[in-house]
């Protein structure tokens, strides 16, 4: 015994009996009961506007009272995968971000950690009441596992002050090569370096959410209906060689203005770019950002790439789980309801942040015809609520960040061969466009047929 003890430093010893010691108080503890449900979410207006109904739930059910907690992005999808995982403790419901929900669904599916509404929601006939494609993201081998929080349908958000002083008409621009050609004379030199000062679409190689969205407005996709990759399907290589002419060489029209951040304001300020990709979200985010800018900027739909075609796209996305590990499934999905159904949570999601409802339901109320005199006196509510059934289908696979990253590296490449070989027109780049989605479709392929639950044999 002696010969052990001095194995070991005093500081060492004291150390193991501290840690026995605080073992031994921690197990003698009380067990709080579990009284309640918890709620967690990654946005302060989501938390906000929780609280709200909360409230209201919980003078009306005092023995199931809702406790809301925000946590940043980044810890709430660390706790809740740990917990899906480890089995230890998570909320009873969680607001899960587009980009948080792959790895969710990347095992079996009888494993989610979240319940299957599926029967719930036809039992009580409310998909239907419900916008179908925002149910898309949520949704994994026929089951979905939440409520969708939102639509996000693009419009095109432009310098209304410098395109009516031009004497621009919109209302003769239907697809992007009436965009572009009507509004190029806005392509200025202003301090005569030989390079123009203003760009017409905030959108670059290296826009990684852009690229998605104009490839979904042009009907191509990165996977089909049953999370299979489609990265290489011809379609897609015709869009990107167009967006190449864009982004690149003489014909070069765009430019990057990222989403966010003060330098971004200030470009915006500065009229950089005169058209920017906007979801509801972001059309909330800029009157809180630059309100002093109110009367400058203006909404209309997309421009289609082609006559007749999509107006709109989509980008960002929201969703209510009901986790397995909660002991109150049927309170959690009656607050959820109460909380994502109602009239009042649209209102409120409206006024705060310009976000629009997926529920049809909600869709006539006046708020959303009231005029926004920052986008000088456009009903946007209701322009938005108008293209939200055309909104595209997005994917679940939990290959789809690496899928969205091997597209904007496919952009970039495919610009740089163009600058490489002088080609600048969309046949020549084509080719090179179907070479690299080639490419990039059998890394992804590679990737997802070393899952056993989600490869494209099963």
């Known amino acids: 015994m002696r010969s052990l003890l001095k194995l070991f430093s005093p500081g060492l010893w004291i150390v193991l009996l501290m840690a026995v010691v605080s ?3 921690v197990a003698l503890l009380p067990v709080r009961p579990n009284h309640g449900m918890q709620m967690w979410t990654f946005d302060a207006n989501h938390a906000k506007i929780a609280g709200y109904i909360a409230e209201d739930w919980n003078r009306a059910h005092p023995s199931t009272p809702v406790q809301v907690k925000l946590i940043t992005g980044a810890a709430l999808q660390t706790r809740m995968l740990s917990g899906f995982y480890s089995d230890t403790p998570v909320a009873d ?3 899960v971000e587009r980009s948080m ?6 095992g079996p599916v009888a494993d989610v950690g979240f319940v299957d509404l599926t029967d719930r929601l036809d039992r ?5 009441g419900i916008n179908e494609p925002s149910f898309s993201p949520w949704t994994t081998r026929g089951h ?3 409520l969708p929080h939102d639509i996000h349908p693009v419009m095109l958000m432009y310098r209304s002050d410098l395109v009516e002083a031009a004497g621009i008409d919109v209302s003769k ?3 992007w090569d009436d965009y572009f050609r009507l509004l190029r004379p806005l392509m200025l030199d202003l301090d005569g370096d030989g390079r123009p000062d203003r760009y017409l679409l905030n959108s670059s190689p290296t826009s990684l959410f852009y690229h998605e969205v104009l490839l979904l407005q042009g009907g191509g996709r990165l996977f089909d209906n049953a999370n299979h990759p489609k990265l290489n399907e011809p379609l897609n290589a015709r869009i990107l060689a167009k967006m190449a002419t864009w982004y690149t060489g003489p014909t070069q029209v765009a430019a990057e203005a990222p989403i966010g951040g003060t330098s971004a304001i ?3 300020r500065e009229g950089y770019v005169i058209g920017m990709l906007a979801p509801d979200w972001f059309a909330g985010q800029i009157r809180v950002a630059i309100p002093d800018m109110a009367g400058k900027f203006k909404l209309m739909p997309l421009p289609a790439w082609e006559k007749g075609g999509r107006r709109t796209s989509v980008l960002g996305g929201t969703m209510l789980g009901i986790t397995k590990a909660g002991p109150t499934t049927s309170a959690a999905w009656a607050f959820a309801k109460q909380l994502y159904l109602s009239s009042d949570t649209a209102h409120r999601l409206y006024d705060v942040a310009r976000i629009v409802t997926p529920i049809k339901a909600n869709w006539n109320q006046p708020f959303y015809d009231e005029p926004d005199p920052f986008y000088g006196n456009q009903r946007i509510g209701r322009m938005y609520i108008q293209l939200a059934p055309e909104v595209p289908v997005r994917p679940s696979s939990p290959y789809y960040p690496m899928t969205q990253q091997l597209l904007s590296s496919v952009v970039i490449r495919l610009c740089r061969y163009a600058d490489e070989h002088r080609l600048y027109d969309v046949p020549s780049l084509v080719p090179e466009a179907q ?3 080639d490419e990039a479709q059998a890394r992804i392929e590679a990737q997802i047929n070393r899952n056993a639950f989600l490869r494209a044999d099963r």
């Open 144 to 146: 979905i596992f939440g």
């Open 124 to 128: 009580e006939n409310l998909r239907t």
């Open 266 to 268: 200030q470009l915006i």
């Open 23 to 25: 073992t031994v108080l």
């Open 101 to 106: 929900i792959g790895q969710v669904f990347a």
């Open 435 to 437: 070479r690299l989605l």
């Open 173 to 175: 621009i239907e697809t």
């Open 93 to 95: 419901l969680i607001e």
